[in-house]
């Protein structure tokens, strides 16, 4: 299983709405998390089972999709969102590698 | 809230084993994965590895002949064993809960810097 996330880099200003992709090379089905991690710091769950919020989560972070197409949206930047954001998901079948994509920084424009 | 830390050598001699652990507080091992992912210097996530709380282990195929996790329930801890370690094995690790019903790691360890070198 490979996850492509696009774009590397999202330059964006605070109040912008962002839109981060993430592709799967064989479907996953709602399996998907999303991940935010700021320099020096682990990553954080925002979202799990595609579109559900981690407790605490704000509700301007959405995420979407199944199958082999996910999207993470944060309706409206904050400053402490500027960060790296990366999607992550399991091959089927029991034991199977966990895989995280390649990230997309977003950064401030 | 379960909190989780990492603890072992910030050097590790090429060739050697690098050794790991993680303490885990304020909940049990029971019923979930324990996992262990790390990130070279400006890099992304690699997972390694989890430990079922049973004691099942299940590794990254790309670092499989290895790696080591056990577990530890009576200290609440879990570990990890890298052998044979290069510079390529320079990274932060770090120790995460893993949800197995959602399959997301849902609680992280602040991370370690490991750097190998002589």
């Known amino acids: 299983l490979v996850l492509t996330q696009s774009p590397a880099t999202l330059s964006l200003s605070p109040g912008e709405r962002a839109t981060l992709s993430c592709r799967a090379s064989?479907?996953?089905?709602?399996?998907l998390g999303w991940y935010q991690q700021k320099p020096g710091q682990a990553p954080r769950l925002l979202i799990y089972d595609a579109s559900k919020r981690a407790t605490g989560i704000p509700a301007r972070f959405r995420g979407s999709g199944s199958g082999t197409a996910f999207t993470l949206t944060i309706s409206s930047l904050e400053p402490e969102d500027f960060a790296v954001y990366y999607c992550q998901q399991r091959s089927s079948g029991g034991g199977a590698p966990l895989t995280f994509g390649g990230g997309t920084k977003v950064e401030i424009k | 809230q379960v909190q989780l830390q990492e603890s072992g050598p910030g050097l590790v001699r090429p060739s050697e084993t690098l050794s790991l652990t993680c303490t885990v507080s304020g909940g049990s091992l029971n019923n979930y994965y324990w996992s262990w992912i790390r990130q070279a210097p400006g890099k992304g996530l690699e997972w390694i590895g989890y430990?079922?709380?049973?004691?099942?282990?299940y590794y990254n195929p790309s670092l499989e002949r290895r790696v080591t996790i056990s577990l530890d329930t009576s200290e609440n801890q879990f570990s990890l064993k890298l052998s044979s370690v290069t510079a390529a094995d320079t990274a932060v690790y770090y120790c995460a809960r893993y949800s197995g019903t959602w399959v997301v790691f849902d609680n992280w360890g602040q991370g370690t810097l490991v750097a190998v070198s002589s």
């Open positions: 430990i079922s709380y049973s004691g099942t282990t």
């Open positions: 064989q479907s996953v089905s709602t399996y």
